[in-house]
């Protein structure tokens, strides 16, 4: 059977899928798949396309095109130094770098490919679209829509009827879709957008706040300066990527530039909340053309079953959140927003070879993952509202961070109470662990970052920062998906292993906490029970292990500190674990 790839041929980056026994792939080449769609000429005269290319941008910029895709079906021509090109040839090679990749990884020609564009194309676009492929050696047997593409990749989650909602945003693009699926069939109903409008006009926002902060914080001005302005852009990038799952970031570029004999270093934190300020006038324009795309497509929010996220921007978490206020629930983010295209593209690509089905390798977690804090829950104020940071159905692994504010003055401490569910009262959903974090002196609204990773095996890694001083605590919570499944859930959510330290470094080995604990120094029922688990620590599983030394050690604290009510609390839960364990 002749191999036919699916093509994502994109403004800023472009990707190549394939079915391999049944499952769609990004085939990669050392790295992660995604080819930025970028054509520069090297001093020897030959063609670099790619990550190369788009560094190449930055020192030798005549002898680059990027965004070639904005030229399609012009008769522009573009520059590779002395040389001149039409778009369709600079876009041949993008093409011809990807179906080389394909052609490795597949271990054979490849002379077919499925190819998308975006649902606004033009007939000439479409054109010089078929024609790129040509040049590069590969007759495009379809030309399918971006949405539909993206549509396609989750089509093998849900085989019914639906209307789904594409929102596209990429670095320089924005589209918004409506596609109905009916018996695989996919049908653009209403596609909207703006032509100039993507991540790099929030690079720019970024750049006009850090030029400015330039201005006041050395009195000085580097708008005429290209390379300087190139870093900036790049921090800017940086930065705001980091937003996505941080409520902070620290723009640092050192040796900035000079004033006079004096060397500037910019150091500057941004925060997401400043952030989003700055893009929102742009993210309600998405917002409005979403209500276009609604409207054209005569259907009310309400009629949405799902919403796809495509393009890296959709990243912001902003959007999501815009998106679930609109349409009233939260779009899919199990396949990564850069590769959805792709993905569909391979799928079709599978179809016209004559394969039945194809599935998508993701891994997702089932759950979401939160915290407790003061809020409103069915509109009465709660002091458990569930505070979700990694949602159910997110790609891993998953890094989210939020911040939390204290309530009162001098507030000594917060619990830091970590739970696992989907209900919005904390309450009703599972707790995974409870940690007590100790604060310095500081008024009402003292900044802490809580930060989550989940891991592919299930490993949820916690870590919590007072901000002003630095001062955090780390915790790790092991098998957090797989363990907590139907009736299990209750019986293991007591047994989760943690381990816990407290202050800045916080490293405090296990063997440390279990040779913590004299016997000698306990009453005799507590110091009955301790012999006992130690007795049995080397039977138990290493989870039980952890448990029953950090459940010793909180005995031997509360005997200490005369908490006996608490010393009585720790010893039933390690009772529980000792007869557990039989
Ligand atoms: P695309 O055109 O779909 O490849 O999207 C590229 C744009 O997505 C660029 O502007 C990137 O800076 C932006 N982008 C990628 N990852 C993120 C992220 N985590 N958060 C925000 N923007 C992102």
Redo the contacts with the bound molecule.
Sequence with gaps: MEPIIGIDL????SEVAFIFDGTTEIITDNDNGILPSCVSIGENGNIIVGTEAGNQALINPEKTVLSVKRYMGTDQKLKLGELSFSPQEISAFILKELKERAEKKINRPVSKAIITVPAYFTDAQRQATREAGEIAGLEVVRIINEPTAAALSYESTNPETRRVLVFDL??GTFDVSIVRIEDGVVEVLSSTGDNHL???DF?LKIVDHLLKHMETEFNYSVKDKPAVMARLKRAA?GA??QL?SAPYTTIEEDHIDKKGFKNLHLSLELSREKFEEMIEEDLVRTMESVNKALKDASMLPSAIDEIILV???T??PRISQMLEEKIGHLPHSEIDP?MCVAIGAGMQAGREMGLEHSGVLVDITPYTFGTSALGEVDGEPSATKFVPLIRRNTKLPASKSEVFYTMYDNQKAVDVKIYQGEAPDALDNIQLGNYMFNLSDAPSGNEIILHFDLDLNGILKIKAVEKKTGNKINAVIENAISRFTDEELSDTQDRINGLWTEGRESETSLEKVQTGADVNELPSEYADIVRRAEEKLTEASEDDRDEMINLVEDIRDAVMNNQMEDAEKFKTELDEILFYIG
């Design positions: 994109g403004t800023t980056n990429g670095g993507g991540g790099d690079d990038e705001k990527i996505s393009g890296g921007s990243r912001i850069d």
